[in-house]
């Protein structure tokens, strides 16, 4: 996610990003904001809105936006929206950035099940990025995997190759697709020399309540599916743990709008994360504060944490610069657990 600041126009793009300037008010100011149905924008919406700003959301339909004025009812007219079909055509964002004074960019897919990586993850996310200037998800390389004894920070990027993306593993190729689409942000940067500059936020798994529009439990965007397959039954054994690290969304919100504010932190990467989680820390934290649930919730071995050494994460460089505390594991997933629990009930799917 990148914030990109201009004397006349400041453009801020998120997918884990940020790009600014010195904000020393944001009365008057709009932020766009591109796929603004989604998980995480939901977040961000709220997160500009509720300082102060005016909010213009890109999505592909009137219906769609429809949904979102709906769940952000509450701020009224400081939002609007802007209609982008495909994120990745050329020119898709030549209107909607139109007198806008910064740019998050979170309209790239996340899916880790594709029958096509190229097409479906990788392009989309680099022709997406290279439209908007956007950038996301790059740090932890995958192929390492659990990396005892290593501690990741902003110094590290992906390795992973385009070639070997376009084959691999679907969580290979979403990951990987982040990583091309901030290379691509700041290679923009560097070679076209343009009156902003770039900054990144990149958040591991980010999980947390809904605050967008969901009317069907089985199309849950795919961090929220992946906790409710914990506590809906469907899981009978705690499944292995494949990313040992988390944000929280309302954290991820939180970071842009800083970042977006803050001069320092221009052509800076940001590394936003709570901590290291298991897949049995969560199956914990639910059995323990929804027993209404419990028996959905696979047992496994309560109160083995991580379950083995993996690698360590570190934050320091976002609480420094950008002021930031982090939610912890056990509130982000109560408070997506009561989120999921509410949603059965609005659903009629309880």
């Not at 453009?11 to 008010?25: D, L, M, R, Y």
């Not at 909010?55 to 952000?72: D, F």
Request: charged share 25%.
């Amino acid at each position: 996610m990148d914030t990109v600041k201009n004397a006349a126009q400041n453009f801020a793009s998120t997918v884990n990003g940020t790009v600014n300037g010195a904000i020393t008010s944001n009365g008057g100011q709009t932020i766009l904001v591109t796929g603004a149905s989604g998980f995480v924008a939901a977040h961000v919406l709220n997160e500009f809105m509720h300082h102060g700003y005016r909010v213009r959301g890109t999505v592909r339909s009137e219906e769609t936006a429809a949904k979102v004025r709906k769940t952000h009812a509450k701020y009224g007219d400081k939002l609007s929206f802007a209609i982008v079909e495909d994120v990745a055509a050329p020119g898709a964002f030549d209107e909607a950035v139109k007198g806008v004074d910064g740019v998050i960019h979170t309209a790239s897919p996340f899916q880790t099940s594709a029958n096509d990586n190229e097409k479906e993850l990788l392009q989309p996310a680099i022709q997406g990025t290279k439209g908007v200037l956007a950038s996301i998800k790059p740090i932890v390389n995958m192929e390492k995997g659990t990396r005892p004894g290593h501690t990741y920070t902003e110094e590290d990027w992906n390795p992973v190759t385009y070639e070997t993306a376009k084959t691999a593993d679907g969580s290979t190729a979403y990951c990987a697709s982040k990583t091309f689409a901030e290379k691509a942000a700041f290679e923009f940067v560097e070679k076209e020399h343009p009156p902003f500059k770039v900054s990144t936020i990149c958040p591991p798994m980010i999980y947390g309540p809904n605050a967008h529009s969901v009317s069907d439990l089985s199309r849950l965007n795919t961090s929220s599916a992946d906790i409710y397959r914990l506590m809906n039954g469907s899981e009978k054994e705690v499944p292995p743990t494949n990313f040992y690290a988390f944000a929280d969304v309302r954290d991820v919100a939180n970071a842009h709008r800083l970042a977006y504010e803050m001069p320092e932190a221009a052509g800076q990467r940001y590394f936003i994360t709570s901590g290291n989680y298991s897949y049995q820390m969560v199956c914990d934290i639910i059995r323990e504060h929804f027993q209404e649930v419990k028996d959905r919730v696979p047992v496994g071995k309560p109160g083995s944490g991580l379950g083995q050494e993996v690698y360590k994460v570190d934050n320091s460089k976002a609480r420094k610069e950008l002021g930031m505390t982090f939610r912890s594991l056990e509130e982000t997933i109560i408070d997506t657990t009561k989120s999921l629990l509410e949603l059965e009930k609005t659903t009629g799917e309880a």
